[in-house]
């Protein structure tokens, strides 16, 4: 045996006693439950206050633009202001004409947002009537009744959900877009702070709350319909039947998602196009002139669309990531008896949100905006922070509510095992972030490429775009099969639920970036129509130009 060999066996030996040694010292048995249950409902119950603070800190931002000049854009309309760099009479004509406009065009975008989802919902609440009865008359004839019921409730609380979710955004972003609009004419810092916190406030929101109710029903369901976590022989048959009906939970969620993502985002495409068509080909006005009233409904699209219709989507995949394993979790011999161990996919998405949690202070105090070349990468660092503090989580979450091994699938899975399954798919899903960012932010070729090729004509635009999006997909799928295969070899089917929840673990920093894109968008649309000077709607269309990637 070569002198390679022994060290590649003595190196193997000493990553299994590390592994050893971080063991659990409790024994499992012993963990208590109410552990699951304090980290489960208090780190929710603290994001849901997180978005009220930050809510409360938008709220308390005047409707009230101030015609002032900090400096950085002195260049521009100096031809109307003289007195560039200080404050200029809030009575004169101008300023109070677009302290008019905005109030009655944040109006009009409020109006349309919550017209157009009243009329959705009331569609999505016949089919979840509907769709809900089938479900309790199908599993209620073919299983038993309380399957039925249990099911049908958890589809029903899904949709609930998923429709507050995306309600709540809606409602922060048309609340926070004119605002942001009047604090990007003081600096551009202070107009990535406004977006950031009421896209802080959706991401928070709405993770928290899907937690939260998940929590709320897993512990209705243990102590009223089954005989789950019970010294009998039911035990065991009952924690799965419960699970399998909190399933459901997850089905309504997506049921949701399907109206909410796919009719806001036709409705904001159509509207987006519209407005093009209308205002740019058939007048020649800019983007956002507000003589085109279809301007108003493009920026509804935008609410209704990019941040309802999108919060929806994702609480739909992060209810049914979760849901899927703890079906699985509940098909363990080993796991199923024990509330503790049962808990760990719920455990992963709370330590995911206190992970988020910590990261957004490092945007809004450790490294705040400070101009314009700040803003792509503070929005980046979320990411990375975010992903990198979420790591030592997963493997400590795995230590304290895991046993050393337990079977599933025929097969004996470590708890470290189950660790790496979720780290693979959290590290997955930054490299997807980071490709995604790639293709589509103006700071790289690919995108100015895409521009470069309007200059021979639509066609060749067309032809090259659509090459750039084939070519943008063959990283995030390799990433995506390495975490299937990874999480397959160690855990099998409980491996690849896994690697989806590490995917989604680090979701409220996401949404929060998704919900910043939009609020910033429609700020720019907001400041052209308003007649504000035009320094806000460069500095606008810089902090939209980093959030739409």
Known sequence: MSLANLEDIFLMADLKCVFVSLQPSMPFSDTPDYAVEVLGFIIPIGGLLFALLYTLQTAAI??????????????????????LGGSINEKDEETQKINESLVRISGLISKGANAFLFREYMYMVGFMVIFGAIVLLVLGGIRNWTTGLGTAVAFWVGCITSILSGFIGMRIAVFANSRTAIKSNESIGAGFNTAFKAGSVMGF????????????????????????????SDS?????????????????GSSIAMFGRVGGGIYTKAADVGADLAGKVGQGWDED??????????NVGDNVGDIAGMGADLFGSFAEATCAALVLCAQSPDLAPHFTSMGFPILIAVGGLFACFLTSFVATHIAPVASEDDVEPVLKMQLLVSTVLATPIVFGIAAGFLPYSFDISGKTVFWYEAAICVTVGLWAGLIIGFIT?????????????????????????????LALGYKSAIIPIICLSITIFVGYTL?????????ALGILMTLATGLTIDGYGPITDNAGGIAEMTGMPKHVRKRTDKLDAAGRR
Do not use: H, W
């Open 491 to 499: 855990a099998r089917m409980f491996g690849i639920a896994c690697g």
């Open 289 to 298: 002139d507000p003589r085109n009233p279809a301007v108003i409904a493009d």
């Open 62 to 83: 005047p409707m009230k633009y101030q015609n002032r000049r900090k400096g950085e854009y002195q260049e521009i309309d100096d031809e109307k202001n003289p007195a």
């Open 236 to 252: 065991e048959s009952g924690t799965i039947t419960m699970y399998e009906c909190i399933a459901g939970y997850g089905l309504g």
């Open 437 to 465: 960012e790639y293709y589509t932010s103006f700071s790289y070729s690919p995108t100015r490429k895409v521009a470069e090729s309007c200059e021979t004509g639509a066609a060749t635009n067309i032809i090259y775009g």
């Open 205 to 232: 929101a709405l993770v928290s709350l899907a937690i939260l109710v998940l929590m709320i029903l897993i512990e209705v369901y243990r102590k009223l319909f089954f005989s789950a976590y019970e010294d009998n």
